[in-house]
């Protein structure tokens, strides 16, 4: 059934009621879809969040732990050779400084760092020195860590030296967290030819720990003097490697294969059906107020002369019948 369209706006001011209230229509329209666009983002987020915690986007890949050795020069200086004449790592360094700041240790794999130099550097030893060191590494990992420190020895022994017998008489001692010892020089490299772990202890997440380390040749040593001929050569590398506690540190398991095409493609599908259902406009709207006319409501048709045939839902097809009658 169709109603007369009411006079021309200019005719009376029962146009311009009418004009105001569809335009309010219009504002609560424009204002309900930006809070539904809204809402949209919200559950796009959350789903997001959900899939993060479930486990379901993919893991990081685990590499190996953090490794740092020590150089007893200034910090952010170059790694120097390694004492046995290797050349320091190509990797990103994090160079730990004796007797200064702490140096963090992410061994989650985040930050992967290594530095390696000489305790000893060029120094030349005499019967009653003693010498000590203090390297402070921090756990900045995301929980307890077991962390152990090796030393890695090296003897140069020139031909023609007075002295071979020097690392007999030449003792290492150290202080890790609590962990003392002691041993000669040459003890220690009869354990190994590679590094030497002198101790290992549990760290707990954002503690620090002080690693003591130091050499003492005693004063009662006169044998071991080199009468100007060339010297017997010690040295050796301090390794501080950090790892996780597998009990403490559950990992999560990547998802691989058919299992994550599935999970993601329930994803997308979830994502795509929630485009389509605030994308997709029904059919049935208003013409003047803009409203959604529900399934179990009845619309009208009705015709203007400049625009010809539009659709009404009952309250604006109200509007128009009172405003008509008024006219």
Do not use: K
């Not at 690392?167 to 590679?194: C, H, I, K, M």
């Amino acid at each position: 059934m169709s109603y007369p369209y009411p006079a021309d706006p200019a005719a009376g001011p029962a146009s311009g009621v009418l004009d105001d209230v569809l335009a309010g229509f219009r504002r609560r329209h424009r204002r309900a879809s930006f809070v539904s666009w809204i809402l949209a983002l919200v559950l796009l987020f959350t789903l997001a969040g959900v899939l993060s915690a479930a486990g379901v986007l993919p893991a990081l890949p685990s590499v190996q732990p953090s490794r740092i050795a020590t150089t007893g020069g200034p910090a952010g200086a170059a790694p120097a050779a390694a004492s046995d004449g290797r050349a320091g790592s190509l990797e990103a360094v994090a160079t730990a400084t004796w007797d200064g700041e702490a140096t963090h240790l992410d061994w989650s794999g985040r930050s992967y760092s290594t530095a390696e130099a000489s305790f000893v550097g060029d120094r030349v030893a005499s019967p009653g020195d003693r010498s000590r060191r203090t390297l402070l590494l921090t756990n900045t990992g995301p929980s307890r860590a077991d962390l152990a420190v090796s030393l890695r020895l090296g003897e140069v022994i020139p031909e023609g030296a007075r002295n071979p017998d020097l690392a007999d008489d030449v003792e290492l001692f150290w202080n890790v967290g609590g962990v003392e010892g002691r041993q000669p020089y040459s003890a220690l490299r009869d354990r190994s030819t590679g590094a030497v772990e002198i101790a290992q202890v549990q760290v707990a997440h954002g503690e620090t720990v002080a690693v003591e380390i130091g050499f003492e040749l005693p004063a009662a040593t006169t044998q071991q003097r080199n009468d100007g001929a060339a010297s017997t050569e010690l040295a050796f590398d301090v390794i501080a490697t950090m790892s996780g506690d597998v009990d403490a540190q559950p990992q999560r398991l990547a998802a691989t294969g058919a299992d994550s095409l599935l999970l993601f493609g329930i994803a997308a599908g979830l994502l795509m059906l929630l485009g389509l259902l605030l994308v997709v406009r029904p059919r049935r709207r208003c013409d003047d107020c803009s409203r959604t006319i529900g399934r179990d409501e009845s619309w009208t048709d009705l015709t203007r002369h400049d625009v010809g045939r539009y659709r009404v839902c009952p309250d604006c097809a109200e509007l128009h019948r009172a405003l008509s009658s008024v006219a």
